[in-house]
């Protein structure tokens, strides 16, 4: 009886011992460096500090707040509070012949999370033209990505067609997307700067 539950006792902690080592593995996959498209410099996950060394400082850090009820159940009594979550904004950034602006956000844990670019454009007609060119362009540095394995490309459905670009990544099972796509908007204080801006999102997802 007791060489039987000495045996069980060691086919459990071979089990635990096994499930911890899943645990590692799947949590270093998440955390794998990848290098950002545009800005081959920073990877994501990185945290804010090792971001600042790499990029410099930002012109302005904003925590994002949310709204709560401490009536809950009857969405009353509302107040506003921190989520963790950090969004740095830069006024100027240059890639190749483009010059523009942008948003990186951070995780409540204060790591890379996610990169929007605004590339503004002087007239709808420069905007066409300069779009064909930077998805070129995105499209070569996602394929000169390290651990890049291979890409598939989306239409996004709006006014103006952009694209999504699924990549896939050797040995990571989230992927790699990069929306790009042409905004053209209405009501802007600055029509030369705001109006007619080239948009591109980077961000991980697991594939659907």
């Not at 929007?116 to 709808?124: E, V």
């Not at 992927?175 to 080239?198: A, F, G, M, R, S």
Request: glycine share 4%; charged share 25%.
């Amino acid at each position: 009886m007791y060489s039987r539950n000495m045996k069980f006792t060691k086919i459990i902690s071979s089990l635990l011992v096994l499930g911890t080592f899943l645990l590692i593995l799947i949590a270093c996959q998440t955390f794998s460096k990848t290098q950002l498209v545009v800005f081959e410099s920073l990877s994501f996950y990185m945290p804010t500090k090792s971001f600042e060394e790499a990029f410099g400082e930002p012109n302005e850090v904003v925590e994002e707040t949310a709204t709560g009820y401490r009536d809950t159940w009857h969405a009353e009594d509302p107040y506003l509070y921190k989520t963790g979550r950090l969004f740095y904004n830069y006024d100027k950034v240059n890639w190749k012949n483009y010059s523009g602006r942008a948003i990186f956000t951070f995780s409540k844990s204060h790591r890379l999370q996610e990169a929007t670019i605004y590339f503004p454009m002087p007239s709808k007609a420069q905007q066409k033209e300069i779009f064909y060119h930077m998805t070129q362009d995105i499209k070569a540095e996602i394929e000169a990505l390290p651990n890049f394995q291979s890409l598939k490309v989306d239409a996004l459905a709006g006014d103006d067609v952009g694209y999504r670009f699924k990549v896939k990544l050797k040995g990571q099972r989230e992927e790699l997307w990069v929306d790009v796509y042409p905004i053209e908007n209405e009501y802007v204080e600055k029509p030369e700067v705001d109006k007619y801006p080239i948009r591109v999102d980077q961000f991980r997802m697991y594939p659907g």
